[in-house]
């Protein structure tokens, strides 16, 4: 397994314009996790997947936001009329339910610059 | 609410140096706590961990122990070398998401 996998590694876009990253876990997880790092700070949390259902959704996912997970595989992470704002690394994680934050393995992150 | 709470950097050592980074830690029930490491450009790896009381982590010489009485779960290396150059994260966690604290640079001259 070649881990968790995050396309593209980087993202420069102007403002207004829509982007969409994709997340690839490892194979077997059945959980999927999305979080953002802005500069300087640590990573917080956007959203969570079991299998194909969003559980979770932080108050950080505005309207612009929308993260999906059809088949329980991959997961896509869009935004809307992007901001200045919305520059960040975007970080996904995958586990196992049962294992918890303990079985995270983290991707590299989409690191996306709004000019 | 749940919260983290590190030292802010940066921290600058001399190579062979040793190393103590402060985290403390706001949390209802009994979390598990983890140092997490970001290299420059790079996602996050995890460090060590602990998930219970008086728990010590380790892992490449780094060394943490998870203190109740004084919720803190410090970062420490007895020599640090360059290559430790990098951002440093404590977290916290429940049952399934990461709290994260904001990080603190830890840079090793040579």
């Known amino acids: 397994d070649t881990g968790v996998s995050q396309n593209p590694r980087h993202k420069i876009t102007k403002r207004g314009q829509n982007v969409t990253f994709r997340c690839d876990p490892i194979s077997e997880h059945n959980r999927l996790y999305w979080y953002r790092q802005t500069l300087g700070q640590g990573p917080e949390f956007l959203t969570y997947f079991q299998n194909e259902a969003q559980l979770e959704k932080s108050r950080l996912l505005s309207d612009r936001f929308s993260a999906e997970r059809p088949k329980g595989s991959f997961s896509t992470l869009e935004i809307q009329r992007t901001e200045q704002g919305d520059s960040a690394m975007y970080l996904c994680?995958?586990?196992?339910?049962?294992?918890?934050?303990?079985?995270?393995?983290f991707g590299s992150g989409t690191r996306l610059t709004v000019v | 609410g749940n919260s983290v709470t590190q030292m802010e950097g940066p921290v600058t050592l001399s190579e062979e140096a040793f190393l103590t980074i402060n985290c403390t830690y706001t949390a209802t029930g009994y979390p598990s706590l983890f140092w997490y490491v970001q290299y420059p450009g790079e996602g996050l790896q995890l460090l060590l961990k602990a998930t219970k009381a008086d728990d010590k982590g380790s892992n490449k010489g780094f060394e943490a122990t998870y203190r109740k009485e004084t919720t803190s779960f410090h970062l420490e290396k007895g020599s640090v070398q360059v290559s430790d150059s990098a951002v440093y994260f404590c977290a916290l966690a429940g049952t399934y998401k990461y709290i994260f604290g904001t990080g603190t640079r830890l840079k090793v001259l040579a």
């Open positions: 994680a995958s586990s196992l339910a049962g294992q918890g934050a303990i079985g995270y393995t």
